[in-house]
């Protein structure tokens, strides 16, 4: 079974970075969607950067310009690096494919907490 495994996240200063790596355990031959989402407080989770089954890059309005995600595929590695952060990006981040038989991983997330 493949596995995910989140790292990179930690506590930092508004306006400061983190760049979050996403190892997987094996390749995935066949992606449908791959990328970024987070869970904070009282809200349900959320797509950060994503690669839709279409093919398109797609950054969630609140992290436009701050956020980027990048993918070295000879590694099994997603990455997103994050400028600028705010108090309000504080959650936990998880990484998140499906493949194109339907079947959906994702890790155990990394905890970014961004406060003074």
């Known amino acids: 079974q493949v596995q995910l495994v989140e790292s990179g996240g930690g506590l930092v200063q508004p306006g400061g970075s983190l760049r979050l790596s996403c190892v997987a355990s094996?390749?995935?031959?066949?992606?449908?969607?791959m990328g970024w989402y987070r869970q904070v407080s009282g809200k349900q989770g959320e797509a950060v950067a994503i690669?839709?089954?279409?093919?398109?890059?797609e950054y969630a309005d609140s992290v436009k310009g701050r956020f980027s995600f990048s993918r070295d595929s000879a590694k099994n590695t997603m990455y997103l690096q994050m400028n600028s952060l705010k108090p309000e990006d504080t959650g936990i981040y998880y990484c998140d494919i499906r493949d194109g038989r339907g079947y959906h991983y994702w890790g155990l997330g990394t905890q970014v907490t961004v406060s003074s």
């Open positions: 690669i839709t089954s279409g093919g398109t890059l």
């Open positions: 094996e390749h995935i031959f066949s992606i449908d969607t």
